[in-house]
């Protein structure tokens, strides 16, 4: 499988965007023909990321609003159509807010856990900037965050073996918006946190459960152990987009395995023996206890308040 779009976010807009695009011109003369049609394709994107939670959601939501606008009399086949093509326009701007707003609480989060005025150096995993999202992005965009507000001394991202999102993707944006950032192999992290001092880990999430276990690409949950041993604050940085409170905890998140050819070439050259089997999960899952925060766009919650977040504040807007 060669991941045309990645990131859990994107995956779910872009894959929303697609069904817009593919619904858009056509013509639909009763209700019922263009509900069946849009249930139909969102559950298939939806079995495109097993993992990852925000095309479930978002697949949720939008097939709720085509049953209530099919139901709804006063409204016509063309209106429907229109305000289902609006809602997923929506979701483009919704997710830039919210990325900003995540940028705001999880770079006063790393400011107030211990930073005081000094500047701040930050760890982060994989790539979670425009490349994953809407544009402006999660743990990137509180690293954005920092930047902008003359707060970053140094960012620190991992290549992320085995499909490299830190060193193609991660290093890209933090060179072209001229960070201060250094690239480390993953196995590099115990050695840089023993040898400098780092401030805060900050990731994403492809799907974080309602007590806080968090899956997220594979090599999260070490680095977790790591700044757990070393006393660095570790936060993951999703939107509730990615929050599933339909599960209590990371055990029955699906993790997905990838073709082991992202192990055995890189740029099409083989670099692994010929014939060794490979094990290559392309996500782990991180227990609430090694996460400091959850850096949502409704603040930061520790794994035991985004628990005990009752059902009505969870759904609210
Ligand atoms: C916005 S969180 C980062 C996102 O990207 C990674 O997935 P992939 O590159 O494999 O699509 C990570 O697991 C999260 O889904």
Request: hydrophobic letters at 40%; glycine letters at 6%.
């Amino acid at each position: 499988m060669i991941l045309k779009v990645r990131g859990a976010p994107a995956i779910a807009i872009v894959g929303c965007l697609s069904l817009a695009v593919e619904i858009q011109p056509e013509v639909f003369t009763d209700k019922k023909s263009l509900r069946q049609e849009i249930e139909g394709k969102l559950n298939y994107l939806v079995s495109a990321r097993p993992t990852a939670v925000n095309m479930k959601i978002a697949a949720e939501d939008l097939i709720t609003l085509s049953n209530q606008l099919s139901k709804d009399d006063s409204v016509s086949a063309a209106d429907m159509k229109e305000r289902f093509l609006k809602a997923i326009d929506a979701m483009l701007e919704k997710d830039i807010a919210d990325n900003k707003a995540i940028g705001r609480h999880g770079a006063q989060a790393i400011l107030n856990n211990g930073a005081g005025d000094s500047l701040v150096r930050v760890l982060t995993h994989c790539n979670t900037g425009s490349l994953a999202t809407a544009g402006y992005g999660t743990a990137l965009g509180v690293i954005r965050t920092l930047h902008a507000d003359k707060k970053l001394e140094q960012v620190y991202c991992t290549e992320t073996r085995p499909y490299n999102q830190g060193a193609r993707l991660t290093a890209y944006e933090l060179v072209h918006e001229k960070m201060p950032a250094t690239l480390i192999c993953d196995d590099m992290v115990a050695a840089l946190m023993k040898s400098r001092t780092i401030s805060a880990v900050i990731v994403g999430a492809d799907r974080v459960a309602a007590n806080g276990d968090t899956a997220n690409k594979i090599g999260t949950y070490q680095i977790a152990v790591v700044a757990n041993y070393h006393s660095v604050p570790f936060y993951v940085a999703a939107p509730f987009t990615s929050i599933d409170f339909t599960i209590p905890n990371g055990d029955r998140i699906i993790i997905e395995e990838r073709p082991e050819r992202e192990m055995t070439h890189i740029n099409d050259q083989r670099v692994a023996a010929a014939g060794i089997q490979c094990w290559n999960p392309a996500f782990d899952v991180t227990p609430a206890a090694l996460i400091t925060g959850i850096v949502t766009e409704k603040g930061v919650y520790s794994p035991e308040e985004l628990k005990g977040l009752n059902v009505s504040e969870k759904l609210q807007d």
